[in-house]
């Protein structure tokens, strides 16, 4: 059960660079960047969720 929760919180850890990344390589004005940065960070799975559905898109 361990392996489960632990692969699971990996998944996530790489979703959430990942789109870090991505708001980072983002056309959208400095503070968006921030603010999406943040709901990423504090509500990582939730945060994932709202940006890859309405998160700024690529440059």
Known sequence: MD???GL???????LNIWAIVKVLQS?????????WILL???LP???FIIWFLAGPKGA
């Open 3 to 5: 392996i489960f929760t």
């Open 40 to 42: 990423i960070l504090v």
């Open 8 to 14: 699971g919180g990996l998944i996530v850890l790489i």
């Open 45 to 47: 799975i939730i945060g």
């Open 27 to 35: 056309g959208a004005p400095g503070l968006n960047k921030v603010l």
